[in-house]
C-alpha cells in the first residue's frame, strides 16, 4: 500500500509528525506543490492521510502551497477522496468536512492540541503539560496502530487514548471527538458515544 501524507509544514502541528514517520512506501507533501500536482498524487495513492490546522471547509494551507488559497484540501478533491476507504482527516473539526461529502476513514471533530484552543473551549489550563502529553500521547498512539486495518486501528485507539483520558481532562475532550466510517458507506460510528 502506498502513502500520501500531506502535512503542511507548521511548528504548531510538529508533533503529528511521528504518526507517519515508521510508514513504508510514503510520500510527504509539506507544500511546495501545485494544486493540479497534488490531485494526481493522491489519485495515484491507496490512501491519504491529512494532518494539520483546518475547519470544517477542510484542511489550511498555512502559506505552505502556491496556487492554494486559505486550504490545500477542500471540496474540489471529494471526487479523489470518495475513492479512498483509509482516509485519515487529522485536524479540527474534520467531521464536519467529512459528514457534509460523505467520505470515509478515520476523522477527528474539534481537538484541543494548543493552550489558545483549550481556553476557548472554556479549560482554564494551569498545567501546559496536560496538552503536551494529550497530543505526545495521540500521535505515538496512531503511529504505533497506523499500519492495522481501520477498523482495528479505530478500536485500539480508543482503547489505549482512553487510559490517559481517564486523568486527563484534554484527552477526555479529545477522546470524545474521534470517529470512523465504516467501509463501504455505512454510518458513521463511534465507540465512545
Known amino acids: 500500500m502506498c502513502t500520501l501524507i500531506i502535512h503542511p509544514k507548521d511548528q504548531s502541528t510538529n508533533f503529528l509528525k511521528p504518526i507517519y514517520a515508521s510508514i513504508p512506501n510514503k510520500t510527504v507533501i509539506n507544500g511546495g506543490i501545485s494544486k493540479s500536482d497534488l490531485r494526481k498524487l493522491i489519485k495515484n495513492h491507496d490512501r491519504v492521510l491529512m494532518l494539520g490546522h483546518g475547519s470544517h471547509l ?50 477527528i471533530g474539534m481537538f484541543i492540541s494548543e493552550v489558545s484552543e483549550a481556553y476557548y473551549l472554556g479549560y482554564s489550563i494551569t498545567n501546559r503539560n496536560l496538552i503536551k502529553e494529550s497530543n505526545e500521547c495521540f500521535a505515538t498512539i496512531v503511529s504505533r496502530n497506523i499500519h492495522l486495518p481501520l477498523n482495528v486501528f479505530y478500536k485500539n485507539v480508543i482503547r489505549e487514548y482512553g487510559v490517559l483520558a481517564k486523568t486527563n481532562p484534554i484527552a477526555k475532550f479529545n477522546l470524545d471527538r474521534l470517529f470512523l466510517t465504516e467501509i463501504k458507506g455505512d454510518p458513521i460510528i463511534s465507540l465512545i458515544n
Open 58 to 107: 477542510g484542511l489550511l494551507s498555512v502559506g505552505q502551497f502556491p496556487d492554494a488559497s486559505s486550504y490545500i484540501i477542500d471540496n474540489s478533491y471529494s471526487d479523489l477522496l470518495l475513492d479512498k476507504e483509509e482516509n485519515m482527516f487529522i485536524w479540527c473539526n474534520a467531521d464536519q468536512f467529512v459528514q457534509r461529502l460523505g467520505l470515509n476513514g478515520f476523522f
